[in-house]
């Protein structure tokens, strides 16, 4: 018996796709925000007001991840150049998209047409963390409903994120939200992330959010 | 939730290094895991069993070595171990904390023959 040093990430099959992703979406000049969350805590919603107020100013793609249905592909159809459901229910991982499956529905998008790609992952706090897509930036939505305490329970994917959502905003008078607790535990984790605070259901700070959107588009396109 | 496709990863790096040793078998594979990496070794072995039939590596021992995590203060630079979820610094009580272990994820060895 001998034995023989391996040291090789484990991970490393994805993240080699990931690469190979964004170095493609970088030759189509495309910016692409990988959005994930608890399930029901906005993510559609977030695209959907995203849409609205960006799509006479950008070419929006959407992939929508979820482990069955086409729910939310029919919800977003209108307003975006091309939206592709992933459906993970038959792939070896169900909870969370994988660079293998962006890969692919890459392959669907006419990309020289698009600015932006939105991908709404699988609705989950643990899984879609360890796996890079591609993407250029994070964002992470929690909503009041959840409580403030998940940056704590789920430290990963908030010390990842470029990008925090709060939200259902408009529930703060019906909840017990601590919103300053809720920050102060993201900027402990991460420093760097950019909070925001919103409600897709009255649209209040949705503005900031497409600001901070078109900014980051404008910065990958004038640094190619 | 997602050990399927990452024990598909091991078997597949396992085969293809052991090959390259011209080793005939493999009789132990040693991985390091974080505490924090969100996967769960009995999880792995289970999947393992059954994907590494027929191969080189069927009948392998996977081995977790596991990796506490280990926060730093970013405020004092104190390097310590969280008491429990809520992240803060035992000396400064500051809660600006940076995960600097716990995310490993890698095979490390193999013992092959």
């Given at each position: 018996?001998?034995?023989?040093?391996?040291?090789?990430?484990?991970?490393?099959?994805?993240?080699?796709?990931?690469?190979?992703?964004?170095?493609?979406?970088?030759?189509?000049?495309?910016?692409?925000?990988?959005?994930?969350?608890?399930?029901?805590?906005?993510?559609?919603?977030?695209?959907?007001?995203?849409?609205?107020?960006?799509?006479?100013?950008?070419?929006?793609?959407?992939?929508?991840?979820?482990?069955?249905?086409?729910?939310?592909?029919?919800?977003?159809?209108?307003?975006?150049?091309?939206?592709?459901?992933?459906?993970?229910?038959?792939?070896?991982?169900?909870?969370?998209?994988?660079?293998?499956?962006?890969?692919?529905?890459?392959?669907?998008?006419?990309?020289?047409?698009?600015?932006?790609?939105?991908?709404?992952?699988?609705?989950?706090?643990?899984?879609?963390?360890?796996?890079?897509?591609?993407?250029?930036?994070?964002?992470?939505?929690?909503?009041?409903?959840?409580?403030?305490?998940?940056?704590?329970?789920?430290?990963?994917?908030?010390i990842d994120a470029d990008a925090v959502i709060i939200n259902k905003m408009d529930l703060l008078p019906y909840v017990d939200f601590d919103i300053a607790a809720?920050?102060?535990?993201?900027?402990?984790?991460?420093?760097?992330?950019?909070?925001?605070?919103?409600?897709?259901?009255?649209?209040?700070?949705?503005?900031?959010?497409?600001?901070?959107?078109?900014?980051?588009?404008?910065?990958?396109?004038?640094?190619? | 939730?997602?050990?399927?496709?990452?024990?598909?990863?091991?078997?597949?790096?396992?085969?293809?290094?052991?090959?390259?040793?011209?080793?005939?078998?493999?009789?132990?594979?040693?991985?390091?895991?974080?505490?924090?990496?969100?996967?769960?070794?009995?999880?792995?072995?289970?999947?393992?069993?059954?994907?590494?039939?027929?191969?080189?590596?069927?009948?392998?021992?996977?081995?977790?070595?596991?990796?506490?995590?280990?926060?730093?203060?970013?405020?004092?630079?104190?390097?310590?171990?969280?008491?429990?979820?809520?992240?803060?610094?035992?000396?400064?009580?500051?809660?600006?904390?940076?995960?600097?272990?716990?995310?490993?994820?890698?095979?490390?060895?193999?013992?092959?023959?």
């Amino acid at each position: 018996m001998k034995k023989i040093e391996v040291i090789q990430n484990i991970l490393e099959a994805n993240e080699t796709i990931a690469r190979r992703n964004q170095q493609l979406l970088y030759e189509h000049k495309v910016f692409a925000i990988n959005i994930m969350s608890s399930p029901g805590a906005g993510k559609t919603s977030l695209i959907q007001q995203t849409l609205t107020r960006l799509k006479n100013r950008l070419n929006i793609a959407v992939i929508e991840g979820d482990v069955a249905s086409t729910v939310d592909a029919e919800k977003v159809q209108s307003d975006a150049k091309a939206v592709i459901q992933i459906n993970t229910r038959n792939m070896p991982e169900s909870c969370s998209l994988m660079a293998a499956m962006i890969e692919s529905a890459l392959m669907d998008i006419p990309l020289d047409d698009i600015d932006l790609l939105l991908i709404e992952n699988v609705g989950n706090l643990i899984c879609p963390s360890e796996f890079t897509l591609g993407e250029h930036k994070r964002a992470v939505i929690s909503s009041l409903p959840e409580g403030d305490d998940k940056p704590i329970k789920y430290p990963l994917i908030f010390i990842d994120a470029d990008a925090v959502i709060i939200n259902k905003m408009d529930l703060l008078p019906y909840v017990d939200f601590d919103i300053a607790a809720f920050r102060h535990s993201v900027a402990g984790l991460n420093p760097e992330a950019e909070i925001f605070e919103l409600s897709c259901k009255t649209d209040e700070g949705i503005e900031r959010w497409c600001s901070w959107i078109l900014a980051q588009v404008k910065n990958n396109a004038t640094r190619q | 939730m997602h050990e399927f496709g990452i024990t598909e990863n091991i078997v597949n790096i396992a085969v293809a290094k052991a090959d390259e040793a011209q080793a005939s078998k493999i009789i132990q594979i040693n991985l390091v895991v974080g505490e924090m990496s969100g996967f769960v070794p009995d999880c792995i072995q289970f999947y393992f069993d059954s994907l590494s039939k027929d191969t080189i590596a069927q009948g392998a021992m996977l081995r977790f070595e596991l990796v506490p995590t280990q926060l730093r203060c970013r405020n004092c630079s104190t390097i310590f171990q969280p008491e429990d979820t809520l992240w803060s610094c035992p000396e400064c009580r500051s809660q600006s904390i940076e995960l600097s272990k716990g995310r490993e994820f890698y095979m490390e060895s193999m013992e092959v023959e």
